[in-house]
C-alpha cells in the first residue's frame, strides 16, 4: 500500500513538473500574441491584462505598412529551406560513412565537428567577410546559404551519425543474404529508417536558419536583401525604443512558419520509425 502511495505521488510529481515546464514555454509566446492584438493604450497601461479588452489588427497593418515583411519573409524561407537541404544531402552520406567505418580518422573528424560548435560566431565573421567578399557574395542570399549550410553542417552531421548508429547493422546483413545488392539495402532497409532522423535533421537546420540574425545581419545591406529577424530590429527607434505592437505582431508572424511545418511533419517523424525493418 505504502509502495503504491509512493508511486502515485511520484507520478503526480512527474506531472507536476511537466506542467509547469510547459507552462514556461508557453509564457512568452501567449504574452507574445496578447501583446500582438493591443491597442496602443493598453499597451501602455500600468495595469497589463493577459486578453486585450479591445483587441485590433491596427499593429499588423502598421507593421505591413511600415516595412517590407512579404518580402524579407520570402528571402528568409528561400535561404532557409536551400539551407536546410543542401546540408541534409551533404550530411547523410557523410553520417553513414562516419558512422559505419569507425578508425582513429573517424574519431578525429566527430570531435572536431562537436569542436566546431563553440566558435562563437565574431571569431569568424571578418574571415568569413573577407572570403565571400572575394567570391563577390556579398549582399546576396546565396552568400548567405553557403554561410548557413556551413554552419548548420556540424551539428546535422552529428545527428545524422546517431541515427544510423541506432540502425541494427543486423537487417542490412539480412538484405544481404537474401541477396539484396548493397544500393538496394540502403534504398529499401537503411533509407526508411533513417527518414525521420533525416526530416528531423532538417527541420534543425530550417529552425536555426529561420532565426538566425548576425550573419544576415552582417553579409546583406540592401532593405530588398534582408531576411525577417533583420527587418525586426527596424521596430526599433533610435534610442532603442521598442514600437511594442508591430514587434510583436511581426514576431508572432515569425513564428508560424516553424509551428506549422513541425505541426506537418511530426507525424511522419514517429510513424517512419520503423517502415524499413519489415521485409517485403
Known sequence: MTALRTGRAGRAGQYAALLGYLVFLAFPFLWLISTAFKPPRELGSLHPTWIPVNPTLANFRQAFDEQPLLQAAGN???????AALIAVVIATPMAYTMARRRGRLTTAATGWVVVSQAFPFVLVIIPLFLVL???QLINTLSGLIMVYV?????FALWMLVGYVRAVPRELEEAAAVDGAS???????????LLAPGIVATALF???????EFFFALVLLKTP??????VV????????GVAD???????AFLATIPSLVIFAIIQKRITGGMLAGAVKS
Open 244 to 250: 511594442l505592437g508591430p514587434l510583436a505582431a511581426v
Open 232 to 239: 525586426l530590429t527596424h521596430f526599433l527607434g533610435a534610442e
Open 76 to 82: 528568409s524561407l528561400v535561404a532557409a529551406l536551400t
Open 182 to 192: 548493397r544500393l538496394r539495402t540502403l534504398v529499401s532497409v537503411t533509407a526508411p
Open 150 to 154: 556551413v554552419w548548420s553542417l556540424p
Open 133 to 135: 567578399k572575394n567570391l
Open 205 to 211: 537546420a530550417f529552425i536555426t536558419a529561420w532565426n
Open 224 to 229: 530588398e536583401k534582408q531576411t525577417l529577424p
